[in-house]
């Protein structure tokens, strides 16, 4: 399961938060992000997954946060 949580700010921004895969406290993560609205059409997110997390993946590698950008863009033909 997975818990998420979202504050609008005057439509322009809106802060984000969400805990994921509840069930298993050990390989949850919490996730943040902003999103920033640049028109009413494109928006723009900055988000980090995995805030606090630590530990290795099952093939060894480091586990690290993870930052994330994304452009989006919505509308119709």
Same mark, same amino acid.
């Given at each position: 399961g997975s818990l998420g949580l979202g504050l609008n +700010? %005057?439509?322009k921004v809106k802060v984000m938060t969400e805990w994921d895969?509840?069930?298993?406290f050990h390989d949850s993560r919490l996730n943040m992000g902003l999103r920033v609205y640049l028109t009413p059409y494109f928006n723009m997110d900055f988000s +980090?997954?995995?805030?606090?997390q630590g530990g290795t993946f099952s093939n060894g590698g480091p586990r690290d946060p993870e930052? !994330? !950008? %994304? =452009?989006?863009?919505?509308?119709? =033909?």
């Amino acid at each position: 399961g997975s818990l998420g949580l979202g504050l609008n +700010i %005057q439509d322009k921004v809106k802060v984000m938060t969400e805990w994921d895969n509840i069930n298993n406290f050990h390989d949850s993560r919490l996730n943040m992000g902003l999103r920033v609205y640049l028109t009413p059409y494109f928006n723009m997110d900055f988000s +980090i997954r995995g805030i606090g997390q630590g530990g290795t993946f099952s093939n060894g590698g480091p586990r690290d946060p993870e930052r !994330v !950008v %994304q =452009f989006k863009y919505c509308g119709t =033909f």
